[in-house]
């Protein structure tokens, strides 16, 4: 996941980065950073937390400047912990540079071991940060060559936005994996803006440009846009933004999430029938696509669970005997809805299946007669090697178990997911765009770097 934001040429650039990483916090809420460009010189404010915690009116006064880039982030390589906050920055042989990275490198680790024998010093545990000296032990001289011969050595996902002297970068790998958009202020034309989603335009009024095409680097400076092109790779978006990680009011790569989450609700319906009085979605990720199987049904929707939306992550509660209240602190059902009715339960995916189980439970404990699972995507069975943090391979559900053991183990009446061409068919899937879904199929694009040998200590800031 995470989520970048950066923004060229405007006076408040730092604020509407600040809104801009606000509109982007479902993509990370682990950390966040802000770094701004006041001509050549870098100002950077990060902390751990969520973005209305992090920054102040004192920490934005921090920022001078009329361009800077921001990120949330939401651990994959590196762990959570304080020097892997980004936008990552540094002072090097070219000048200063802040670079802010959604996506996992899968050969992070090779050359980390390559550039350490070189003599580099790392100062986090982050991939992200092999780019940096990757361009700092680069031949060449001109900043661009040395972040083009960067590019050429990393394999993986990334989607980077970068400011250095008196650009702003916007990098998308060959094949496309995460998302990244241009987008322009109309009451300011030499304003550009590049986000992960669109969501993050329509907060501050931002038009919708295009995407950033895979293996493009667009510079942006005072000569307008520059696009050079990296060889192309086949075109391997990642499902998965459109079945849950991105926002339903964003659109990516042309295609509405909103109108993909109701073409996968639609499509389930078709693929799995059931009699039932109403349709329920788990909230909020399966709302849409219960929408969708509502309208193609005709089965009433209503909204069986209510969620708290001001709750915190379960991770840190007390003790065993809390934890196990994680889902009643995050859903409630309506018992005086749902007692002694048919029930159709839709939910974007099952992972381990333990919260599906909790779900479900609660649903009988207010009443229900059959509860009827619904999933909007196909079955989890493989991890993701491009920058989602999934279980390894063993805890999944659909790796250990059949559908119907699945069934069984979150005690529903029934089951069902959508299959891997009704997901293609809502996503619109064609010739030109083409996603991946390795977590579904175990067809991986890049193959994965395997290393055996593992670090014995490492630095950990608190």
């Not at 010093?121 to 940060?129: A, C, K, N, P, R």
């Not at 319906?269 to 349709?279: G, M």
């Not at 089965?299 to 065993?320: A, C, K, W």
């Amino acid at each position: 996941m995470c989520g970048v934001f950066g923004i060229y040429q405007h006076p408040e650039a730092a604020n509407l980065t600040y809104l801009g990483l606000h509109a982007l916090q479902h993509r990370g809420q682990e950390s966040a950073g802000i770094v701004s460009n006041d001509d050549g010189t870098l100002h950077a404010f990060r902390a751990m937390g969520q973005v209305r915690e992090i920054f102040t009116r004192e920490s934005m006064q921090q920022l001078p400047g009329r361009t800077a880039i921001g990120h949330v982030r939401y651990t994959t390589a590196g762990g959570s912990i304080p020097m892997n906050i980004q936008p990552l920055w540094a002072l090097y042989r070219s000048g200063s540079v802040a670079l802010a990275h959604n996506g996992n490198l899968v050969n992070e680790q090779s050359l980390r071991q390559e550039l350490e024998e070189k003599g580099a010093i790392f100062s986090s545990v982050s991939d992200t940060e092999v780019i940096l000296q990757l361009m700092a032990h680069g031949g060449h001289t001109s900043l661009i060559e040395q972040l083009a011969g960067a590019l050429q050595r990393v394999r993986g996902a990334y989607s980077i936005v970068m400011t250095t002297d008196n650009k702003l970068i916007a990098i998308r790998d060959p094949h496309g994996f995460r998302p990244l958009v241009l987008g322009r202020m109309p009451t300011s034309p030499n304003t550009w803006v590049v986000a992960s989603e669109t969501c993050a335009f329509d907060l501050i009024e931002a038009e919708r440009v295009r995407d950033i095409e895979p293996g493009e680097i667009l510079i942006i400076d005072e000569r307008g846009l520059t696009s050079t092109k990296m060889p192309r790779s086949p075109r391997r978006f990642c499902v998965f933004e459109h079945v849950y990680f991105a926002r339903p009011d964003s659109v990516l790569d042309g295609t509405s999430v909103y109108e993909a989450r109701l073409d996968m609700g639609r499509q389930l319906a078709l693929e799995h029938p059931v009699e039932a009085d109403y349709v329920v979605p788990v909230p909020d990720s399966g709302v849409v696509a219960a929408l969708g199987f509502s309208q193609q049904s005709g089965i009433p929707y209503q909204m069986g669970l209510i969620r708290n939306h001001y709750v915190g992550r379960t991770f840190i509660e007390p003790s065993d005997s809390i934890r196990n209240f994680g889902v009643r602190l995050k859903l409630n059902a309506v018992p005086e809805l749902l007692s002694g009715k048919r029930l159709v339960v839709v939910d974007d995916s099952i992972v381990r299946g333990t919260t599906s189980r909790k779900i479900v439970r609660l649903l009988r404990q207010a009443g229900a007669k059959e509860i009827h699972v619904r999933i909007s995507s196909p079955p989890v069975n493989g991890p993701c090697y491009y920058g989602i943090d999934t279980p390894t391979r063993a805890e999944l559900a659909a790796h250990r178990q059949t559908v119907a053991e699945i069934a069984q183990s979150i005690e529903a009446d029934s089951l069902c997911y959508l299959s891997p061409e009704g997901l293609r068919k809502a996503v619109r899937e064609d010739r030109t765009h083409t996603y991946c879904d390795g977590c579904f199929t175990n067809d991986y694009p890049i193959p994965i770097e395997r290393l055996t040998q593992r670090r014995q200590l490492r630095l950990i800031e608190v």
